[in-house]
């Protein structure tokens, strides 16, 4: 046992402090600390003085703490709003993409609309395929890869919008075109056209296997179209666009469909400027217009309403891709009466 408590070597000093019913106060580490900062006012090298070392603990115990620079409470909510945006910025941002499923079948798919249709809507063209489905696809291919104007008469039930709708889907995931119009025979069939499109880029998994970078950012809204001016990808906009009229697909580094866009339009609505502004600052116009059935039952028995939309498609509808800018254009339309399809689906064909 230690006789001088004012000469105790460190282990002696930590073994008489733990000795009392309080048990263990203090340990060789922390009584290496206290040391270090005291200096040679507890002792020397190798010996503490029980004393001092006492009254070196009180007096630190009790010396009065430095003033806070600042408001502790304006420290308190800058804590608590730096931590909150973070939080936020982590879940606007949409973490990394999804690996293509298919590389081959995307390939297929991106050359020929049949492929597109076939591998990617299989619930909604189960059935064989006609001859004349055939010759529309042909000419949609046609339009969208080379350019034309092409007018198809279709019977009422064979698919044209539904094969309309696809088409705009196929020429903007695989960048073939970077703004498609959409017209219909009035808003409301327009925007009903539009919001099927938008079904199948936000449930379609087939698409999301093998286009993630165009349907993942958009399934990753989960159907909220206030998350789009926020949404992030590696900390960049994606600028993605969703509303009733339009959809601006994300931009994301190395897509070919960054930033395409499909408007829809009434052919009785404001046709005429149509134009987007990308988030690259470069304007662009529609290069490729599909008419689905611009007719309505009452427009076709009014000679002056089909004069009309005919002034229309001739002007408004053929200069929207700009002055001096060639439009390609799909105008499948219904049949009134059966026996004017005996020969052939297409009934006017046109090239730029």
Known sequence: MPTDPRKLRPSEL??????????????????????????MRIGDARHVDLLRYTAWLVQTRHAPKPEPAGDPYEKLKDRARARNSAIALAGRDIGDLPSVVNPERKARAAAGFRNFCDSYFPLTFHLPWSPDHLKVISKIEQAVLRGGLFAMAMPRGSGKTTICECACIWAVLNGHRQFVCLIGSDEGHAMDMLESIKMELDGNDLLLEDYPEVVYPIQALDGIANRCNGQLYKGERTHIGWTAREVVLPTMPGSIASGAIIKVAGITGRIRGMKYKRADGRTVRPTLVVLDDPQTDESARSLSQCATRESVLAGAVLGLAGPGQKISGIMPCTVIRPSDMADSILSRDKHP
């Open 14 to 39: 930590c073994r008489l402090l733990n000795s009392t019913p309080l048990g263990e106060v203090l340990n060789e580490r922390q009584l290496h600390r206290h040391r270090s900062r005291a200096g």
